[in-house]
Nanobody, 115 residues
Framework: QVQLVESGGGLVQPGGSLRLSCAAS????????MGWYRQAPGKQRELVAV???????NYADSVKGRFTISRDGAKNTVYLEMNSLKPEDTAVYYC?????????WGQGTQVTVSS
């Protein structure tokens, strides 16, 4: 059973930076997509950024140029470097893993961008 453990959320001022981490325990296989979604109050959960086992990445238009997703294969860990944060980035950020068979979600970590 795979578990995803997120860390790195918090309160930051507009223009600031945060780095989220998501560590996957257990076997995740060799073909997968891992990434981050977010959900703001009153809104639907949306894709932020994902990275494939082959290293391809995809970003929401709203975060392109500001956020960078990366992966450490040896640690089964995905990172989300968030720069130039805006108040509209405030949300609960969820780590997601899509395997060939099965999907997993993390418990979520709060990111608040406010002065």
């Amino acid at each position: 059973q795979v578990q995803l453990v997120e860390s790195g959320g918090g309160l930051v001022q507009p223009g600031g930076s945060l780095r989220l981490s998501c560590a996957a325990s257990g076997s995740i296989g060799s073909i997968f997509v891992m990434g981050w979604y977010r959900q703001a109050p009153g809104k639907q959960r949306e894709l932020v950024a994902v990275i494939t086992s082959g290293g391809s990445t995809n970003y929401a238009d709203s975060v392109k140029g500001r956020f960078t997703i990366s992966r450490d294969g040896a640690k089964n860990t995905v990172y989300l470097e968030m720069n130039s944060l805006k108040p509209e980035d405030t949300a609960v950020y969820y780590c997601h893993l899509q395997k060939l068979v099965g999907t997993n979600w993390g418990q979520g970590t709060q990111v608040t961008v406010s002065s």
